[in-house]
């Protein structure tokens, strides 16, 4: 079995138009590549402000159309195409391990790929990068991890929503909680998760994975959604539908111009703390009024 590797260059504010359309033109992985080739494998929640001129990998099946794979991509005005590479399984695999490393977040939670070892100290997910799932390079993602771990999660409820990887509501159990719950519109977003709930040994009946309308209807204590502005500010209501009262609400995947449309959407419940900030990310934070409905 072979791939076809694509590789582009692409304005950094095109990046996550550039995702969804190579996602629909059938890419199995995207990975954006700064200069030094360390690999940000995190790209299901946006990408607008990595580095001005972004190079960009996609990875496709040998069943594809490739001509008209070009085609569609030159059209696009998204990016540059550099080249295409017909690439072995084993090949593409070996590649991809070089450029992923160990994350460590706030000394206490290190999230790492099989091929590397955590230390002995500390608590531990191993997540496999692939399709675009978040394994918490990203800043929005890496607020959420470091919110979690600042929190006493003990006896909690979490729902993770637009759970990409998992990794949020993988990390919630590690961290304590009682049960969590990661939500996704994306067949293998949950098929992802799953997997790396079971090469965790995390019982997927204490984290489950589910789509929205399996969701369980009683009120859970924590949500964090870590997604783009538009579904945010599109899911206020039933975010809010299934947060307790004096629940706590995470909301990340958000740049700085963002903020004043999310607040304004969730005002009828919350009102939120001061935006906690990485680069152009925010992650806006907010307990829920026990009196609003």
Not at 13 to 36: K, P, R, V
Not at 237 to 246: A, E, G, W, Y
């Amino acid at each position: 079995m072979f791939w076809f590797q694509v590789e582009l260059t692409a304005k950094s504010t095109h990046c996550e138009a550039l995702e969804h359309f190579l996602l629909s033109q059938g890419a199995c992985s995207i990975t954006f590549l700064e200069g030094d080739e360390q690999a940000i494998y995190e790209a299901s929640t946006g990408c607008d402000d990595y580095w001005h001129v972004t190079r960009v990998h996609g990875l496709f099946s040998q069943d594809i159309n490739i001509v008209k794979l070009k085609q569609h991509i030159q059209q696009s005005h998204l990016c540059k195409l550099q080249c295409v590479q017909k690439i072995q399984n084993q090949t593409w695999e070996t590649m991809n391990k070089k450029h992923f490393k160990s994350l460590c977040f706030l000394n206490q939670l290190w999230i790492h790929p099989s091929w590397i070892s955590p230390p002995s100290q500390g608590i531990s997910l191993q997540l496999e990068p692939g399709l675009g799932f978040g394994t918490g390079e990203h800043p929005s993602t890496a607020l959420c991890l470091e919110w979690l771990i600042n929190q006493n999660l003990k006896n909690k409820t979490v729902i993770d929503y637009g759970c990409g990887s998992g990794i949020l509501a993988l990390a919630s159990i590690r961290l304590g909680a009682k049960k969590a719950f990661g939500i996704d519109i994306d067949p293998k977003a949950l098929d992802t998760s799953q997997q790396n709930a079971i090469n965790n040994h995390i019982n997927t009946q204490i984290c489950e994975f589910l789509t929205p309308d399996k969701l369980p209807k009683e009120p859970v204590d924590i949500i964090v959604a870590n997604i783009l502005s538009e579904p945010l500010k599109q899911l206020a209501p039933t975010l809010m539908q299934f947060l307790k009262p004096k629940g706590l609400l995470v909301l990340s995947g958000l740049l700085i111009d963002h903020i004043p449309d999310i607040i304004e959407a969730y005002q009828a419940w919350v009102t939120f703390d001061k935006p906690v900030y990485r680069h152009e990310w925010v992650c806006l934070i907010s307990k829920r009024d026990q009196e609003n409905g």
